[in-house]
């Protein structure tokens, strides 16, 4: 299971610290992502890293902004979130799946372990 946790309530310019912790699942050649879903709208990809390789990829909406990382020892993967606007405000979900490809990692269809998600709001 993943679970997913750092969500809150900022202000336009700040920052916050999403992680997604794994129990029962030891990441390792796996892609861990994370996507948002604002109100009415699809579920988007924001990042991802590969676990062994700790390659990672970007949305261009977070690139420069959002930082995607990993611990090991902790079996946990985190997004830095910096400069937040209005528009990032979304639940947060991490996603994880060793099928994973370098083509279909922005999709959601591509992973099959799911966490509960987690509220960023993000006020101007």
């Excluded at 912790?21 to 992502?33: D, K, P």
């Excluded at 990672?56 to 902790?74: E, L, M, N, P, Q």
Aim: proline letters at 2%; glycine letters at 8%; aromatic letters at 14%.
């Amino acid at each position: 299971q993943l679970q997913a946790s750092g969500g809150g309530l900022v202000q336009a310019g700040g920052s916050l610290r999403l992680s997604c912790a794994a129990s029962g699942l030891t990441f390792s050649n796996h892609y861990v992502a994370w996507f948002r879903q604002a109100p009415g709208k699809e579920r988007e990809f924001v990042a991802v890293i590969r676990w062994n390789s700790r390659m990672t990829y970007y949305a261009d909406s977070v690139k420069g902004r959002f930082t995607i990382s990993r611990d090991s020892a902790k079996n946990t993967v985190y997004l830095q979130m910096a400069r937040l606007e209005p528009e990032d405000t979304a639940v947060y979900y991490c996603a994880a799946d060793q099928s994973v490809i370098l083509t279909t990692y922005h999709y959601v269809s591509a992973y099959g372990y799911w966490g509960q998600g987690t509220l960023v709001t993000v006020s101007s």
